[in-house]
């Protein structure tokens, strides 16, 4: 049987540091991974549990329409999206399998490019290889040379610096992807986490960076962050109505759809902005307090602005110090996860109860 071309999955190398952290006598501090620790919201909860669980039919990929119209409302109040079509609005199944099939899903094979950012998301490596395609990381578009780049990823907060691209970035971003017949695809899941980002985080499909024209332009969101509802695998994306109806196409034909209930958590998560707001409180309040911790002992922070992490270093390979912080009971992920230009940093996670943010803190003060 054949096996596919992946990378070893980054997070299982980390038994050795998260056994070491466990041993620690006030128990571990598990700031490692992006999980939502805090509870879902009761309104969620009702609507997964609501009329849409006793209905035995299969569920559509589309989704109803009511969904949709609520997503587009949504991208217009909270990030200033205005005239999204619903019918270019796709819900998803989380947003991971969209980022790992994007690329297969577009008809990408080799000989083609994908571009990722120089510190990304493994994920968007993995989907390069599923495809059969080349990929690169490059920050500079000019990077890409004679490459026959067929897909950009953008990610703003970042996933792991928390950074935030300004206008301009985005803008000749997808002014040199429309020239070359590329499409850009915007992974926005840390977009309603703007922490202290001024000024505000700005989607792919805000009228300040696309001039109102969605062509070409994909923007992936998950409910996972803002709304804690990672273990219910909720996204969507939208964008360029041409190619969200081919990936609708091609999701009608794979099965890749949303459960009926989960669709109706998904409609009630993105009609409610109360729970957003209380919760990227919760994410700032944790960050300040970290990032304080972490630069008392020692380390620098850059960017961090946004998002759901802390972006630091020791100046010192990042496996040491993620044995530092682990013989403290503090599990972290090393920098190097997210490509080759995080080899001196290490990715601290908001992620976790405040009972634990705290101890961290001690830990830190005390380490």
């Not at 119209?69 to 991971?96: M, Q």
């Not at 510190?119 to 059969?132: D, K, M, S």
């Not at 804690?228 to 091609?250: Q, W």
Request: charged fraction near 25%.
């Amino acid at each position: 049987m054949s096996r596919l071309d992946l990378p070893d999955f980054p997070w299982d190398s980390l038994v050795p540091a998260r056994e070491r952290a466990s041993a620690h006598p006030g128990g571990l501090v598990d700031l490692s991974v992006g999980t939502p620790v805090d509870p879902v919201p009761e309104q969620l909860r009702e609507a997964l549990s609501g009329p849409a669980a006793r209905e035995p039919g299969y569920p559509t990929t589309h989704g109803p329409a009511s969904l949709r119209e609520a997503i587009a409302a949504s991208l217009r109040r909270r990030f200033g999206v205005p005239d999204v079509d619903p019918a270019a609005v796709l819900p998803t199944i989380g947003s991971k399998e969209l980022v790992a099939w994007l690329p297969t899903l577009l008809g990408l094979e080799s000989g083609d490019t994908v571009v990722i950012p120089e510190l990304a998301y493994p994920t968007y490596e993995v989907g390069a290889r599923l495809a059969g395609a080349r990929y690169l990381r490059s920050d500079g578009l000019t990077a890409a040379g004679p490459a026959r780049v067929k897909l950009i990823w953008l990610n703003s907060p970042s996933n792991p610096t928390g950074r935030v691209l300004p206008v301009e970035h985005l803008r000749k971003v997808v002014s040199w992807a429309r020239e070359r017949g590329a499409v850009v695809a915007s992974d926005e899941c840390y977009l309603g986490l703007p922490g202290e980002a001024d000024p505000a985080p700005r989607s792919v499909l805000h009228p300040d960076v696309c001039d109102g024209d969605p062509t070409g332009l994909l923007a992936v969101h998950s409910l996972s962050k803002v709304s804690n509802l990672a273990g219910y695998r909720a996204g969507f994306v939208t964008g360029d109505p041409a190619l969200v109806s081919g990936l609708l196409e091609v999701r009608k034909h794979a099965g890749m759809i949303v459960p009926r209930p989960v669709q109706a958590a998904l409609e009630a998560a993105v009609t409610d902005d109360t729970h957003v707001t209380e919760q990227a409180a919760r994410y700032d309040a944790r960050r300040a307090r970290l990032r304080a911790g972490l630069e008392k002992a020692g380390l620098e922070i850059e960017h961090s602005e946004a998002g759901l992490y802390l972006w630091a270093t020791a100046g010192e390979q990042c496996r040491q110090t993620v044995d530092r912080l682990a013989d403290l009971g503090i599990l972290v992920a090393p920098g190097e996860f997210y490509g080759p230009a995080g080899a001196r940093h290490v990715r601290v996670g908001l992620t976790a109860p405040d009972e634990r943010i705290d101890a961290a803190v001690d830990r830190l003060g005390a380490g």
